[in-house]
Structures are given as C-alpha cells and as structure tokens.
C-alpha cells in the first residue's frame, strides 16, 4: 500500500499568500521527495487581494499604482493609469498596458489566479519574451487575449 496519505507538500493559498501544509495523494507520481515541503511560486500580494476583492464587489477603487473601475459589470484594471485587464462575468481579458514589467506581470497573474484556473493558466516570461498559459497550452503574448473559461 502506498503511504500517500502521509506525503504532504507546502504550499501558498492564493488568497492570503501564507503557507498551508496539504497532503499529495500522487505520490510517488510526481516525483516529490516524501516528507520534504515544497514552496510554490506564486505569493499575491496585499494590493493585488485588494484589487480582486474589488473586481469582485464590482466596485470602484484605488490604491497607489493600480486602480479598478467598474462599470455595466465589466471591471477595467489599471496600472500607472494604463490599461491591463479587463474582467466581467465569463472573460478575463489582459494587456501589458505598454510595460512588461514584473509588476504589470504579477497583477495579471493575481486576476488570473483568482478569475481563471490557477493551474493551468497564466502570463509568464522566458528569454526576456511574454507568453501566455490558456489551458497547459503556451502561446505568444498578445495584448487583448481573453480567458474565457473560469475555473
């Protein structure tokens, strides 16, 4: 019998960013080491929870560099005052808002986490070049590309 149930992995909740211990029940299917936590990547920061609390009011707010205004159930996401999502209630849509910046790419990710599926979508840099994840499937940054599936 496997000792699945006794293998847990460390990972970050997409909300609060802190850690939570959870148990792999595909070990030793995913090749983690039993008993060793792992860490994953992606930590939200205080200003993006924010930010997607108020995508999810369906309310206006502002706080430093990104702003969110909503208007006819469709929030526009702004960073520095430029375009970089827009949200309404079956599509993410996304845009570099002119920067591909660190910070442009982490509030994208914080909608998309909170809006679509965490696993298998996202907006991601190799090589200094932008991709987009849409279901497991890699594709060249285009600004204007919509997420149409939540998870």
């Known amino acids: 019998m496997l000792r699945s149930a006794q293998v847990r992995l460390r990972c970050a909740t997409p909300l609060t960013g802190t850690s939570q211990i959870v148990t792999d029940p595909f070990w030793p299917y995913t090749g983690h080491i039993p008993n060793k936590p792992i860490q994953l990547s992606f930590k939200m920061r205080k200003i993006e929870s924010q930010m997607n609390a108020a995508i999810t009011a369906n309310a206006n707010w502002t706080k430093a560099n990104t702003s969110v205004t909503t208007e006819n159930g469709i ?77």
């Open 75 to 151: 929030s526009e996401v702004r960073l520095h005052g430029n375009l970089i999502a827009k949200v309404g209630d079956d599509f993410v849509t996304v845009f570099d808002g002119g920067w591909q910046s660190t910070t442009t790419k982490s509030r994208l990710n914080a909608i998309i986490n909170e809006f679509c599926n965490a696993f298998t979508d996202g907006v991601f840099q190799k090589d200094f070049q932008w991709f987009i994840r849409d279901n497991k499937v890699n594709h060249d940054f285009v600004n204007g590309y919509t997420f149409c599936e939540y998870a």
